[in-house]
């Protein structure tokens, strides 16, 4: 395939149609959602009417058939204007959906896959826990077998989409025994959200990302049938590394389409406020800031479509993607920081929306991977 940086005819209607819609829909109610804490279920059911959810999952299973790179743009659009919106899609996809279309059988993905890519339901993904975030392979939730059935056990936290009226599945990850080297098996399970034995709290208090959805999940004896284990026994790490590739590019496209927001805000109000008889754009200062801003984003959009073209050309991608998710979430942070204090005292005000982008960056280089541990899967990469 020759070298291109055009969007196809399909990928420009797909940006311009959901950028119209997060202008109109989401930006006149995304601060008042922000301040109430607010999950909200009429924007969730709009989006899932525009095929925001299923966006790469064969139409056979009631997706849309496009490439990761559309995903991506999607994702980035909303981003520019709400981080929540943004990761009620991206985890709905890449973390809910994506395991059950890539490991499911296929009973399981008719089972879950066309009420999730329709937007009836949501899909969460349980593998943080209280004790175990970076170390995922040290998971303390356990699935043990009493006859044919799967017995769970445990917790989990920081759970997207997992806790509201909409949530219909969970892919929860549990040790199901140990290896022969006397490390953990992990399996991963789909567990009803209305499953007996099954307690969500919805949590409270985030500084960012305040009108989506996290919970905390508590299993109590929570019994599952056999066909419940996603995949094969013991392939659930394996599982939850190559969907965290994949959910590492939808960080990455909020990181960016956050970024693109909060430099879009900081431009017009650079030209709307004046300072010593002119704009603030006039003062070379803020051209720098801005120039400097405008020329991060566009490395980092590079990067992100260079990872999801790999991605959709089924090349090898994770080196890639850790560095876009790494590189994206980072840029979000420094333009955020240089929007705000392009805006002043102004830029610390709730009423002003660059105070929101600030606040939404920081989650981007914790969550899905930490930027240290970014960092740690690209050097391995440079080994292999």
Known sequence: MALSFDLNDEQK???????????????????????????????????????????????????????????????????????SQAATVAAGNSLGIGPIYYFGSEEQKKRWLPDLCAGKTLA????????????????????????????????????????????????????????????NEISCFLVPADAKGLTKKVMHGKMMWRSSNTAELYFDDLRLPADAILGKRGDGFRQMLQTLDGGRLSIGAMGLGGAQGAFELALNYSQERKQFGQSLFNFQATQFKLADMAMEIEAARLLLYKACWLKDNHRPFGQVAAMAKLYCSEVMGRVADEAVQIHGGYGLM?????????????????GEGTSEVQRIVIARHLLS
């Open 13 to 83: 209607i797909l940006r311009q149609s959901v950028r119209e819609f997060a202008e109109k829909e989401i930006r006149p109610v995304a601060r008042e959602l922000d301040e109430k804490e607010e999950f909200s279920y009429e924007l969730t059911r709009k989006m899932a009417s525009m095929g925001l959810f299923g966006v790469f999952v064969d139409p056979e299973y009631g997706g849309c058939g496009l490439d990761y790179v559309s995903y991506i743009i999607a994702v980035e659009e909303i981003a520019r204007v709400d981080g």
């Open 124 to 183: 969460g993904f349980g593998l943080t826990e209280p004790q175990a975030g970076s170390d995922a392979g040290s998971s303390k939730t356990r699935a043990d077998l009493d006859g044919t059935d799967w017995v769970l056990n445990g917790s989990k936290i920081f759970i997207t989409n997992a806790a509201n009226d909409m949530s219909g599945v969970i892919v929860v990850q549990a040790v199901t025994g140990k290896k022969s080297d006397g490390r």
């Open 350 to 366: 709730r009423e002003y929306d660059v105070e929101r982008f600030f606040r939404d960056q920081k989650l981007l280089t914790i």
